[in-house]
């Protein structure tokens, strides 16, 4: 099983519409939550951050966390054209390997 | 600041040779991580260093890799010798502490041949 698992897409939604972005992690002790942005050709950006169980928000951009479940999601309101990039979940445990673990990342495709 | 600085952002390279990937964390930052990243295998973890230490090089694909943060502001990873299989974008990326965000470089395109 990997660490963290994403759906590699690619998600197609319209413009204006909510993309809907989830992920799965393994480790029970992990404790931040990252998504990251990634344009073709260019290096990840951070877009939020999530510790604590439930939503997060930040202008068109909503994470949420259910440690319970081991699942944590990112929302995209009103999406354009140019939130079209891969989106990559990392998750930081508390035991062991103390950075970042990526997942394989969602390519999002926002048609016009 | 100036972000995580990488050099060279291309390289392209002979199987056989030396390959050495430059990394100016930013300042202040007490973590430096080098990931690798190709399509098959995604963003995958190398090495991490905390106050220029190394913590984990269990990423470390082989011995042919090595890397060193000789001081503060500055961290190599070395190939050598390089193969066709290296080939990949590597980053690097520094953070305050182990659990807070991690900024990337522009990353190093690496093409060996």
């Known amino acids: 099983q990997k660490e963290v698992e994403q759906n590699s897409g690619p998600l197609s939604v319209p413009e204006g519409a909510i993309a809907s972005l989830n992920c799965t992690y393994s480790?029970?002790?992990?404790?931040?939550f990252f998504w990251y942005r990634q344009y073709s050709g260019k290096s990840p950006e951070l877009i939020m951050f999530?510790?604590?169980?439930g939503d997060k928000e930040d202008g068109r951009f909503t994470a949420q966390l259910n440690k319970a479940s081991q699942y944590v999601s990112l929302l995209i309101r009103d999406s354009q054209p140019s939130d079209s990039a891969t989106y990559l979940c990392?998750?930081?445990?508390?035991?062991?390997?103390?950075?970042?673990?990526f997942g394989s990342g969602t390519r999002l495709q926002v048609q016009p | 600041d100036a972000g995580v600085i990488q050099s060279p952002r291309h390289e392209v390279t002979e199987m056989g040779q030396e390959v050495t990937l430059r990394c100016k964390p930013i300042?202040?930052?007490?973590?430096l991580f080098w990931y690798r990243q190709t399509m098959m295998r995604g963003l995958e973890l190398l090495i991490y260093?905390?106050?220029?230490?190394?913590?984990?090089d269990s990423g470390m694909p082989e011995d042919r890799f090595s890397a060193k943060m000789p001081n503060a502001s500055f961290s190599t990873l070395k190939i050598q010798p390089s193969e066709p299989r290296d080939s990949a974008v590597y980053f690097c990326?520094?953070?305050?502490?182990?659990?807070?965000?991690?900024?990337f470089g522009q990353g190093t395109r690496l093409t060996v041949v």
């Open positions: 990326a520094s953070s305050l502490t182990s659990n807070t965000e991690a900024f």
């Open positions: 480790d029970r002790g992990s404790q931040s």
């Open positions: 999530i510790y604590s169980n």
């Open positions: 990392a998750v930081n445990t508390r035991t062991g390997r103390r950075a970042l673990t």
């Open positions: 300042s202040g930052h007490d973590y």
């Open positions: 260093f905390n106050n220029n230490v190394p913590i984990d």
